[in-house]
């Protein structure tokens, strides 16, 4: 049962319980489209006619479309009902510490256009940067563009709209949504790379992980982020502070730096620049390599790679195992270019996890996110989607 926090409590009025079956009803269209207004009202026991004016009001917004007619139960044929395919709605960016990825997307979370290039530190080239793209993606989508939504792979404070601190690239305590939302003219809105991932998965990830009420997603490129679903939600923690499980001490002397500087954290283990490092040194070789060409040479069958992705596993499981005895969720996600080599890593990964879970203490189901190699673009688009399907408070 949860308390109720009397500090942001609301009564609830008329104009609330319209803004909650108006979500009610476009969940229904989204979740079991096609469908008619009619098994709309008998499934959630809405009035035919409170369903019929929701409907047209999300058809004014272009939220949704007909489709056409279905099959007679004895009656007139239904008019079904689906999330409207055609148009952008929402601009995404994904900012990481090597490129910056900057899409569009329909309201089904379909990709519809993306632009990609090297990502840069200082913060006033990258509004300039992106300012440019975007203006151009909007203008292209003028009437259906709701937001961007920016996934950064650091601390970040979202509802200050501010960037706490982005390690990678030296950012602290920076305006980002008011300096982006003045050059573009669009709402914006921001989040860690994990809680905007995790956000994608709830939201667009497999029934096993949507329907999902607790969960942890954790998320390994350069570094190593958690972002955590209690109840249905992304949990963030003061000042969004929550997840920063990359952090944590799992061993001594690791060999590379995290990116907080100290060489015991869970992120000097297990993160792609740990691997990238051991294939370096099993390898013998000095040429720069990125985390996803050892994740290549794997495949291919180079052993040092395989080797190092195992090691890489191994650490990254003993960091799950923590997570699990300590907040006992119900599925760990895996996301990030290493789910591309998950065939060779999930036995490294799961042995630390299977001794470390007590007798009779539940475990988690442990899998790859479904959602491609870059889940914190479909994370950043999440952030302006979400808003779309999220019940409120307010009409």
Not at 107 to 120: K, N, T, W, Y
Request: with cysteine.
């Amino acid at each position: 049962m949860r308390r109720i926090d009397l500090r942001k409590a609301q009564a609830a009025r008329a104009a609330t319980i319209r803004g909650i079956n108006r979500q009610i009803v476009l969940n229904y269209i989204r979740d079991r489209e096609p469908i008619s207004r009619a098994e709309i009202a008998r499934e959630t026991a809405l009035q035919r006619s409170t369903v019929s004016t929701i409907v047209e009001e999300l058809k004014a917004e272009g939220l949704i479309e007909e489709i056409g007619t279905g099959k007679s139960t004895g009656g007139r044929r239904p008019m079904l009902l689906r999330l409207r395919a055609a148009g952008a709605m929402a601009i995404g960016v994904d900012v990481t510490p090597s490129h910056t990825t900057i899409a569009t997307c329909d309201l089904a979370g379909r990709i519809i256009e993306r632009e990609q290039f090297a990502s840069v530190k200082d913060p006033k080239e990258f509004v300039k940067k992106i300012s440019a793209i975007v203006r151009q993606m909007h203008a292209r989508n003028s009437s259906t563009i709701s937001g961007i939504g920016i996934s950064l792979p650091g601390l970040v404070d979202p509802d200050a709209g501010r960037a706490i601190y982005i390690p990678h690239f030296n950012w602290r305590d920076w305006p980002v949504v008011v300096e982006v939302s003045a050059v573009t003219s669009l709402p914006v809105i921001i989040d860690n790379d994990a809680n905007a991932a995790a956000l994608a998965e709830l939201w667009f990830g497999r029934p096993e992980v949507s329907n999902a009420r607790d969960f942890i997603l954790v998320f390994v490129g350069e570094g190593v982020g958690t972002g955590i679903v209690f109840d249905g939600q992304i949990y963030r923690g003061e000042r969004g502070a929550a997840g920063e499980f990359g952090h944590m001490i799992i061993g001594q002397r690791g060999l590379i730096a995290c990116s907080c500087g100290n060489f015991d954290c869970w992120e000097a283990f297990a993160s792609g620049r740990a691997a990238v490092e051991r294939y370096r040194r099993a390898s013998g070789k000095d040429a720069p390599f990125s985390f996803d060409e050892v994740i290549e040479f794997a495949l291919r069958g180079d052993q040092a790679a395989i080797a190092a992705l195992t090691e890489t596993a191994h650490y990254l499981g003993i960091g799950i195992s923590n997570l699990i005895v300590g907040l006992s969720p119900a599925v760990v996600i895996v996301g990030g270019s290493i789910v591309r080599a998950w065939p060779l890593i999930a036995e490294a990964l799961e042995e630390p996890v299977k001794r470390s879970i007590r007798r009779g203490l539940p475990s988690s189901h442990i899998m790859p996110s479904t959602l491609g190699d870059q889940p914190t673009l479909m994370g950043a688009l999440s952030l302006v989607l979400a808003r779309k399907f999220a019940l409120t408070t307010a009409a």
